[in-house]
């Protein structure tokens, strides 16, 4: 792990701004997520209102939007969690209950802190 004033390099996981305090007693892990949305036929669905709604939560370090296909986007996120049985499962399971437009969450990288 390197770490310099703002930004904290983790593997190729980056933080743009310090780490939030998370009141963990066991070790911690960094997850990358991958958040998809189902497209409603007329409209595209507002991905900076549920990016926002997402990174108000206390595990969230980073949100970004990018592109993903034919006018497609998707929602990245890293969250810091505790090591646990059923802590992922539970974190994911606060992101899709966020707004119901979340189809899939897909882990794409995982470390321990």
Request: net charge negative; charged share 25%.
């Amino acid at each position: 792990m390197q770490s310099t004033r703002n930004q904290v390099y983790l593997s190729r996981l980056c933080f743009y701004r310090p780490l939030k305090k998370v009141g963990y007693s066991m070790g911690q892990v960094v997850v990358k997520y991958k958040v998809t949305m189902d497209q409603p036929e007329n409209e595209m669905p507002d991905y900076e209102g549920i990016a926002g709604l997402i990174d108000n939560l206390p595990e969230v370090q980073m949100v970004e939007i990018k592109p993903l296909a034919f006018g497609m986007m998707f929602i990245e996120v890293q969250a810091v969690l505790g090591e646990g049985e059923g802590i992922v499962d539970g974190f994911e399971d606060k992101i899709r209950s966020l707004n119901p437009l979340v189809s899939q969450i897909e882990t794409l990288e995982m470390g321990r802190l």
